[in-house]
T-cell receptor, first 115, second 114 residues
Framework: AQTVTQSQPEMSVQEAETVTLSCTYDTSESNYYLFWYKQPPSRQMILVIRQEAYKQQNATENRFSVNFQKAAKSFSLKISDSQLGDTAMYFCAFFSHQGAQKLVFGQGTRLTINP | AAGVIQSPRHLIKEKRETATLKCYPIPRHDTVYWYQQGPGQDPQFLISFYEKMQSDKGSIPDRFSAQQFSDYHSELNMSSLELGDSALYFC?????????????FGPGTRLTVT
């Protein structure tokens, strides 16, 4: 079974700083998808960024980028020029279309952006 | 753009009662997933449907059942409610044919069992 681990329960940075959230996962599969979801205080789950395991190029979405290290099974999220609205819980998630097709989430990292 | 719709947004039930949660996926999405998020926890997969057929099952209690209808909306039926069922229930939808496997979540239904 796949597992996803986020080792940073909480992080706090100043507005405009850059912050990196860590995520590691365990799987025996070679083709899968990784996601970062943001859950602000409203509790809505918002898709931030996606990475396909077969693509070597790291995904980027505006201020959000990932560092995908397949051999190390690591998938970190970098937020540049952080904004107050980035304050949220961030979940790393794994998806494979082999076996049960479902998202497996990490425990989450609570990120606070301070003014 | 249209998003996933869930109703009701809040629901309060007593122990041993039943509850029905509804989900309306993004138009043209063919796959629906249900997740349960307990307080301070990450979402846990319950069940999924693809083209109105049950696709996968996760840690869904036998007291719960779900189905997807011809218009692709889905309902999660919960019976003999227990205090531990209090949680945020998410529905998510995706387009299988897109092969991107991006799941878009609804706002959730907050169920409180007293």
């Amino acid at each position: 079974a796949q597992t996803v681990t986020q080792s940073q329960p909480e992080m706090s940075v100043q507005e405009a700083e850059t912050v990196t959230l860590s995520c590691t996962y365990d799987t025996s599969e070679s083709n899968y998808y990784l996601f970062w979801y943001k859950q602000p205080p409203s509790r809505q789950m918002i898709l931030v960024i996606r990475q396909e395991a077969y693509k070597q190029q790291n995904a980027t979405e505006n201020r959000f980028s990932v560092n995908f290290q397949k051999a190390a099974k690591s998938f970190s999220l970098k937020i540049s020029d952080s904004q107050l609205g980035d304050t949220a819980m961030y979940f790393c998630a794994f998806f494979s279309h082999q076996g049960a097709q479902k998202l497996v989430f990490g425990q989450g990292t609570r990120l606070t952006i301070n003014p | 753009a249209a998003g996933v719709i869930q109703s009701p947004r809040h629901l309060i039930k007593e122990k041993r009662e039943t509850a029905t949660l509804k989900c309306y996926p993004i138009p043209r999405h063919d796959t629906v997933y249900w997740y349960q998020q307990g307080p301070g926890q990450d979402p846990q997969f319950l069940i999924s449907f693809y083209e109105k057929m049950q696709s996968d099952k996760g840690s869904i209690p036998d007291r719960f059942s779900a189905q997807q209808f011809s218009d692709y909306h889905s309902e999660l039926n919960m019976s003999s409610l227990e205090l531990g069922d209090s949680a945020l229930y998410f529905c998510a939808s995706s387009l299988e044919r897109a092969s991107s496997y991006e799941q878009y979540f609804g706002p959730g239904t907050r169920l409180t069992v007293t």
